[in-house]
């Protein structure tokens, strides 16, 4: 039997009782790349078989992500270590230290098997069906995660949180939220005026070097983000096992310094993902003596730039410059990354015009 391999947005229960999310698709042959998003508490406002929990990760951003991996490293170091194939300090979960592995496919499976459901996870069902229906997406290729994939969720104020798998299921899912959204009697619906400019309010704090108008129009050009029957949603695209085709030490990342550079987007296909990638070409870098033209791609970890720009667009980009090196063969090239383990807030990628 084919294992299926591990995939961004599962989630891994360790002995603690703590939730770790699986970031990515690179994961040492022991252990999984994952951050911390739950722990136990008295007073957690998330609940699941006798154990309370709150969230040890408050916002999605890269600073966000350092302080849980400083919580780790003053109170459980085990789960902290150096990646020697990225060069950083991340959370790592030891195999052995996992107490359930969830993946969010076998939750959705669950639920739509269950006669008796809740009323965020009756929402949940009719969600995924309903999205299904308007793709033509089978209902096997979409999940659930986050806290009704742990069973921890309340329905008074969790949100639903699907996946959607593989790059076409993607693409279909994208085209269609995209239309439903601009219609107004649709039952899926985009933030409200209110909403979005509460948003950006918001990650204004978080992402200081992105303006009120530049925050907008990315809040506004979400397509994966909205509400159905008034709960708040997100669709989050993730590969298939046969789309994850890089393997754990092929490639040798070594992060150089932090650059600023104006690119045109040639492939934009992965920018779906996390982490998104936008392959690049026609590129002005504003510091360094590096070759312009060896920097072959942007990289963000940081969800906010997921899938914000397309083929034949000009973007300006500020990250850091990492060379990257085949382990087998001389092969090797630059590219820049929002959201590395330099956890920087300054970073970011924004559509420009020249």
């Not at 007073?43 to 302080?67: C, F, I, M, N, P």
């Not at 069902?125 to 659930?144: A, M, R």
């Not at 990250?319 to 990257?324: H, S």
Request: glycine share 6%; with cysteine.
């Amino acid at each position: 039997m084919k294992i299926r391999k591990p995939k961004d947005r599962d989630f891994i229960k360790t002995r603690e009782d703590m939730f770790f999310c699986v970031t990515g698709y690179l994961h040492p042959k022991n252990k999984y790349t994952a951050y911390l998003k739950y722990t136990p508490a008295k007073d957690g406002e998330w609940r699941g078989k006798g154990v309370s929990y709150k969230r040890k990760l408050t916002h999605y951003h890269a600073v966000e992500v350092k302080k849980t991996i400083d919580f780790l490293k003053n109170n459980y170091p085990l789960y902290v270590s150096k990646c020697p194939v990225r060069n950083m300090f991340f959370s790592f979960v030891p195999k052995e230290r996992i107490k359930k592995y969830y993946k969010p496919e076998e939750k959705l499976k669950k639920l739509l098997n269950r006669r008796k459901i809740d009323t965020l996870e009756r929402k949940t069902v009719s969600l995924v069906k309903e999205i299904s229906d308007l793709s033509g997406v089978e209902i096997n290729n979409f999940g659930v995660t986050g806290s009704i994939l742990l069973g921890i969720h309340n329905p008074k104020f969790s949100d639903i949180d699907l996946i959607v798998y593989g790059s076409r299921n993607s693409f279909r899912v994208k085209e269609v939220l995209k239309e439903i959204l601009e219609c107004k009697e649709a039952q899926l619906k985009p933030l409200t005026k209110e909403k979005l400019k509460e948003w950006v309010e918001k990650r204004m704090s978080l992402f200081q070097t992105l303006g009120y108008k530049e925050l907008y129009h990315i809040g506004k050009g979400r397509w994966n983000y909205g509400f159905y029957q008034n709960t708040y949603f997100s669709i989050h695209p993730v590969r298939k096992d046969e789309e994850i085709k890089e393997k754990y030490g092929d490639k040798l990342y070594l992060p150089i310094k932090q650059v600023i550079l104006k690119a045109t987007v040639e492939d934009s296909s992965e920018a779906v993902f996390l982490p998104s990638i936008y392959k690049i070409s026609e590129v002005s870098l504003f510091n360094g003596n590096l070759q312009p033209g060896k920097i072959k791609e942007v990289v963000s970890y940081e969800g906010l730039f997921m899938d914000i720009a397309g083929k034949g667009d000009r973007i300006e980009v500020k990250g850091e410059l990492e060379k990257v090196m085949q382990v087998k063969g001389n092969g090797e090239y630059f590219r820049v990354v929002i959201g590395s383990s330099a956890f920087r807030e300054d970073e970011y990628i924004k559509e420009i015009e020249e």
